[in-house]
């Protein structure tokens, strides 16, 4: 074998060069994409030609260089906003066939609560399928397939063969040959981009090398990067539980039981559920049994079961064991040749695409830039990787805090509550700690930026009074009520400001404003809890709001009774005594003035004017969001004693309190709701 040797003088890309990229996913069609566009934009001539064994042409006879893609990468499919952005730079619309789902909100399970980050409207996340399964539904519209289509027509040349032999001329040009239609057949080149990925393996019982030996037969000095085995498999949701869990993306930080996971994700697509399983229970699979058993004890965490729709049942439809990057090749560059996608780095357990797609582009512009030799590319192409090391340095700290802070209940606890804080007290641009859990999650932002976020004082003292103290005062309080969470779902309930004020004007209009005595109310509480029910099913279980035996909203020393009238009719009474009687008040339903609202008026008690207001917010998925709206001003008193009297209660009363029963009053009615008629799960391998 001959190994070309550089010289002293760079090796120019020649106008009307060919360049050959080794495999068709998402890093050799960008790389295409990228290379023909430097040319363009420098007025050469460039012949590019992708080998894609995945377009191998079909049939015994043929005389077509390729056919339709078929074929399986074995990845999860996310497209993250900065690489729906660059898809957009490089004038990519993603059609609709391809698009599986548009991902509405990321929600971030913990070990306490979960932290749920809807996607702003200007940023885009999508879930899409990179190939043509899973397995039995062969789908013609894939990712990969529409970046070919892109790649060919920006000039690209696609060949549906395997390269199985690379070797250097002797004017130093790379000769490849390949298999086509049963036929071996070669290929002169100025300049190889290696694009395979890590997960590229010879068909069984074939003796043919894959990427990795047929770059170091080019580069001896070659290296892939160092690998994690990751489970992912794919759960198609039968009936019509599909749709309630249709836009969301969920990244579970912590597991339980016998499972060692570290990492784990659960992406929605079109009838379907991509997991993502990262961990040491996965490393030691080395079976299809093994797996099974991984993600049988995966599916019975209580929390998966609270993530995913009630009455779900689900079948599997394939399951793979791919290989992740964790880590960078050495020397992925050598006399025309370079590596880019998988076989050289990647960005840590994110958004792979996208590091494909930065690494295709930084490649070209160091091919026209410096030029093809290994001293060449080293200048333009190893700050690219470095610049992936750097970042992945940065990573580690981030994940290693974040699994830790998420692993533990009390951490995770004021984790959420340092959020919860931040949404209740801030406008949406003073959100420092939503900021950084949003870069995290959704890879919207350097591993650098967001390690130097989190370690700014300003965040360390938001962690302090809005996590730690909140925490410590909210857990005495539940204390004092005998609030028990064994067994019960915690979930978010906290609603922002900016919502707050929406939600005034739509549960209270002015004539409703007149009616309660409230302009701007003296105390104002509102909250807000997603139930994976029916408004009919919600609402007759909020009708035990004030029977005796309702099994939801119980804390100690607070009796609810309703003492007058039917549940749910107008001009019922429901009376509060707090404290054994020491503090009371009623609250009276008014005449409905629009479907799935109950409205209650404040009599009597420690208000003066104010009203009760329960809204059922049907979903499209059938789901339900409830939400319960508290206001009214403080009583005042006329005489000395009662002035002193409701001074006394409006301070050992305060908002807070109205906070940790509701929060937690709320996380029992959705638990209720949602486990009452839960059929068995039927997950069918």
């Not at 013609?140 to 027509?153: E, Q, R």
């Not at 007149?514 to 099913?537: K, M, W």
């Given at each position: ?265 659960m992406l929605s697509k079109r009838g379907y559920i991509t997991v993502t399983l990262i961990g040491k229970s996965v490393d030691a699979c080395i079976n299809h049994k093994q797996n099974l ?369 509701w929060n937690h009053g709320l996380c029992e009615f959705k638990h209720l709701i949602e486990t009452t008629d839960r059929v068995p799960w039927a997950l069918h391998a």
């Open positions: 074998m001959h190994i070309w040797r550089t010289e002293i003088e760079p090796t120019r890309i020649r106008d009307g060069a060919t360049v050959a990229i080794v495999g068709g996913g998402p890093a050799g069609a960008f790389s295409a994409m990228h290379l023909l566009a430097q040319a363009r934009e420098r007025g050469r001539k460039l012949q590019v030609v992708i080998f894609e064994r995945n377009c191998q042409p079909r049939g015994t006879v043929t005389a077509e260089s390729r056919g339709p893609y078929a074929g399986c990468p074995q990845c999860a499919g996310g497209i993250s906003p900065p690489l729906y952005q660059a898809l957009q730079d490089l004038g990519i619309t993603l059609p609709p066939d391809v698009v599986q789902a548009e991902i509405s909100s990321i929600t971030v399970q913990g070990c306490w609560k979960s932290i749920i980050l809807p996607v702003p409207r200007d940023r885009k996340i999508y879930s899409v399928y990179r190939g043509t399964l899973p397995f039995g539904q062969h789908r013609k519209a894939c990712f990969d397939a529409m970046l070919l289509g892109v790649a060919m027509d920006c000039g690209a040349q696609l060949i549906g063969g395997r390269v199985f032999l690379a070797n250097y001329s002797a004017d130093g040009r790379v000769e490849l040959a390949y298999m086509l239609n049963g036929l071996e057949q070669e290929l002169s080149a100025d300049f190889v981009v290696f694009a395979c990925g890590v997960n590229d393996k010879p068909e069984k019982g074939s003796s043919l090398p894959g990427a990795v030996e047929l770059l170091q037969q080019l580069q001896p000095d070659y290296v892939p990067p160092p690998l994690r085995k990751a489970l992912i498999f794919e759960l198609e949701m039968l009936g019509d539980s599909a749709q309630s869990f249709a836009d969301e993306l969920h990244y579970i930080e912590s597991t339980s039981g016998r499972l060692q996971l570290e990492m784990c994700s058993r991984v993600i049988r004890d995966f599916m019975d965490l209580p929390r998966i079961r609270r993530a995913l729709p009630p009455k779900m049942q689900a079948s599997i439809r394939c399951i793979c064991n791919p290989n992740l990057v964790v880590g960078s090749a050495t020397m992925p560059m050598g006399h025309a040749v370079a590596a880019v996608g998988d076989m050289a780095t990647s960005r840590q357990y994110k958004d792979g695409i996208l590091s494909a797609h930065n690494m295709a582009q930084g490649l070209a512009a160091a091919v026209f830039a410096e030029g093809v030799d290994c001293n060449s590319l080293q200048r333009g192409y190893s700050p690219i990787i470095a610049g992936f090391n750097r970042d992945n340095r940065y990573a580690a700290i981030i994940f290693f805090l974040y699994r830790w802070f998420f692993a533990s209940p009390t951490f995770s606890r004021i984790i959420y509550q340092t959020f919860a804080s931040e949404k209740k007290g801030k406008p949406e641009h003073a959100r420092r700690f939503k900021r950084i859990f949003w870069a995290i999650s959704s890879g919207d932002g350097a591993y650098e930026d967001i390690a130097r976020s989190m370690l700014r004082p300003a965040t360390l003292w938001s962690i302090f009074v809005g996590g730690v103290l909140v925490t410590l005062r909210n857990w005495l309080a539940e204390l004092f009520f005998g609030l028990d969470w064994k067994g019960i779902g915690r979930v978010p309930t906290v609603v922002s400001a900016r919502e707050l004020e929406a939600k005034r004007s739509m549960l209270l209009p002015p004539p409703l404003h007149q009616v309660f005595g409230l302009e701007l109310p003296e105390f104002e509480c509102i909250y807000t809890v997603h139930v994976r029910a029916s408004p009919d099913n919600t609402l007759q279980l909020l009708a035990e709001f004030g029977e005796e035996n309702r099994p939801y909203l119980n804390p100690r020393w607070v009796d609810i009774r309703r003492t007058q009238g039917e549940a749910l009719e107008a001009g019922s009474i429901i009376q509060y005594s707090i404290f054994g009687g020491l503090i009371s008040f009623a609250i009276e339903l008014q005449p409905a003035t629009r479907e799935n609202l109950l409205v209650y008026k404040i009599k009597d008690g420690f208000a003066h004017g104010g009203a009760f207001v329960f809204e059922l917010e049907p979903r499209p998925s059938g789901d339900t969001d409830l939400t319960v709206y508290l206001a009214f001003d403080y009583a005042r008193g006329e005489s000395v004693p009662a002035q002193c009297y409701w001074w006394l209660f409006r301070h050992l009363f305060p908002e807070f309190v109205h906070d940790v029963l």
